[in-house]
């Protein structure tokens, strides 16, 4: 289960949420989510850390993302807002998942002080997307209840998880809650190269975890492999059987195998 939240407050419009005590590790959700995009990490990560995690400008319960509402606007909201609730020297992990991905690494360009690790979950903005993507469902002009609930259980299985995965309810309920709620079109961004330019100029650590049926990577497992190496020579892609796109949600075990040595020394 997810614990409650220690502390939960806006910080010019966005929403945080906060579990745990000892070193900090910041974790950015994907396009159309919000921080339940890590509901199933949140008590494994505030045993032995400080977990920090935003509902993204334009999502979630956070106020509108400001214009150009993309990744570099989003980035320059949260890398202000971690400047005021960091106070001090110290340093934090940093892991972004999809969009969030792309987020996170334009935040370690703001704060290349303080950006122990940055990690990349199935993050967008590599170059990676091919024009024969799987096509997902228009669900905003179904009026039939039953009818956008299948579109939004067929999105969930097209983009979300692996092959045969099976969808709950409360996986699907949290699903939706978040895409009715998003008022950015993350896609734009995924669809650039903005992060593989970015990480290139880093100079921190950075690792990757992707789901081995993660439909965005297009199984170019080594391409990836080779962008993390171009950023820096030391970097780790860890591939995890049995998942798809969301994959800290569908193998959270899995997941947190692979994170923790990943993340910079405490």
Excluded at 70 to 77: G, R
Excluded at 133 to 143: F, K, N, P
Excluded at 162 to 175: P, V
């Amino acid at each position: 289960m997810t614990p409650e939240a220690s502390g939960k407050f806006s910080l010019q419009g966005t929403v945080w949420r906060r579990w745990g005590s000892g070193p900090g590790i910041v974790l950015l959700h994907g396009g159309a989510g919000s921080w339940s995009h890590w509901r199933r990490n949140v008590a494994h990560l505030a045993a032995t850390r400080t977990v920090w995690i935003p509902d993204l400008p334009g999502m979630g319960e956070s106020a509108d993302a400001p214009e150009p509402r993309d990744h570099e606007a989003i980035a320059s909201v949260i890398a202000g807002n971690l400047e005021e609730l960091l106070l001090g020297p110290g340093t934090f992990d940093l892991a972004g998942f999809s969009f969030g991905g792309i987020v996170a690494g334009f935040v370690a360009a703001k704060l290349p002080e303080r950006v122990r690790s940055l990690v990349l979950v199935g993050a967008g903005g590599l170059g990676l997307r091919k024009t024969n993507e799987q096509t997902l469902r228009s669900w905003r002009a179904l009026e039939d209840p039953a009818e956008r609930e299948a579109a939004h259980r067929f999105n969930l299985s097209a983009l979300m998880l692996s092959k045969g995965a099976e969808i709950d309810s409360e996986t699907l309920a949290l699903y939706v809650a978040d895409v009715v709620r998003t008022r950015v079109n993350s896609a734009r961004s995924s669809r650039t190269s903005a992060l593989k330019e970015c990480i290139v100029k880093l100079g921190i650590p950075v690792h990757a975890i992707w789901g081995r049926e993660d439909v965005t990577a297009h199984a170019r497992f080594d391409d990836i492999r080779a962008m993390l190496r171009a950023a820096h020579p030391a970097a780790q892609l860890h591939v995890i059987d049995g998942a798809g796109h969301w994959v800290q949600y569908e193998r959270p075990d899995a997941f947190h195998e692979a994170l923790e040595p990943a993340l910079g020394r405490k």
